[in-house]
């Protein structure tokens, strides 16, 4: 009987796994102090299996979340164009409302409406996004993922052939259906951010192919006529968002979900605006680099400079 070589290496944290195909919850590990290199080895091989990874009962400060993300990459300003925490500037309020200063009218909502990875308008959006909960209701307010790698293997291999060859604008507007107000048009312009990036990026460290479409914020395809682009970005949105490629969180105070925001798309919750509940977390992002395509082009900045570490 042949030794399993796997048993004698000391694991020190224990892995999870949620779902066939995405996220995993991990324990074994107090955020709070600072992290071994083996044990940021061990959840960067965690992260990149499972995409997402959870971990319950983090009581972490604005502080602590900045410490532990700094492990891993280096944290950007809260958000680009919506800003930060007084006094943090590397956290980024993702509060209940936040919306409601943004849009108004009656949003068209389809499938993918509100699926989106982060930041995908600039041309370096966040490799990553650590995400923690501090107020959270006591039922309803999920957050869900899905796998935009393994949406990309389940495409037939024409499909994958053709997609591999095309590239997409993405920007901020305001969902359809909605009017933006004076703050969103406000904002926008004082930071705009338009770019170009391919449609199958490639992911240096493991040569994965990922279908890089974030619903929110990819607008039209390049090269196609308006309804060609309409019509296949529809089919890739419903695709990527089918149930068998997703994850879905159950958040509760102290709960800390981190994901590689290359390799996935996130929905968060709409059934929070029908309770009374409030819902507050706080977010990191850390830098991302330029996408590249299949045939080895690098996304490109049509308005708007690279989000840089802060400070840079
Ligand atoms: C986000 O989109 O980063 C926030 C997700 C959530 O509110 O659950």
Do not use: C
């Not at 995405?22 to 080895?41: S, T």
């Not at 909605?178 to 951010?193: I, M, S």
């Amino acid at each position: 009987m042949s030794t399993d070589v796997s048993a004698l290496v000391p694991q020190r944290i224990g892995v999870h796994p949620l779902t066939g195909h995405i996220g995993a919850e991990i324990d074994g590990v107090d955020l709070r102090q600072p992290l071994a290199p083996a044990v940021v080895a061990e959840i960067r091989a965690a992260l990149q299996s499972w995409k997402v990874v959870f971990f319950r009962d983090q009581p972490l400060s604005h502080a602590e979340h900045v410490a532990f993300a700094s492990a891993f990459g280096a944290p950007t300003i809260g958000h680009p164009v919506y800003g930060f925490v007084e006094g943090h500037p590397q956290v980024y309020a993702v509060a209940r409302d936040r919306l409601a200063d943004r849009h108004t009218g009656d949003l068209l909502v389809r499938p993918w409406t509100g699926w989106h990875s982060d930041v995908t308008a600039a041309v370096n959006p966040p490799a990553a996004s650590i995400l923690r909960g501090v107020v959270i209701p006591p039922y309803g307010g999920d957050t869900l993922w899905t796998n935009l790698a393994e949406a990309y293997n389940g495409l037939s291999e024409t499909l994958r052939g053709f997609v591999d060859t095309l590239r997409g604008v993405h920007q901020f507007s305001p969902p359809e259906g909605q009017q933006a107000t004076d703050g969103f048009v406000q904002k926008n312009a004082a930071r705009p951010l338009v770019s170009e990036h391919p449609l199958v990026r490639v992911i240096p460290e493991t040569g994965e192919r990922v279908l890089f479409v974030s619903p929110s914020f990819l607008k039209r395809i390049t090269g196609l006529t308006p309804r060609e682009s309409q019509q296949l970005l529809e089919l890739l949105f419903e695709h990527v968002t089918r149930p068998e490629y997703t994850v879905r969180f159950r958040w509760h105070p102290g709960s800390v979900a981190f994901w590689d925001n290359r390799t996935t798309a996130h929905l968060a919750p709409r059934d929070i605006f029908s309770l009374d509940f409030d819902r507050q977390l706080y977010r990191i992002t850390l830098r991302g680099d330029v996408p590249v395509g299949v045939d080895g082009r690098p996304s490109l900045a049509i308005k708007g400079d690279p989000i840089d570490a802060y400070p840079a």
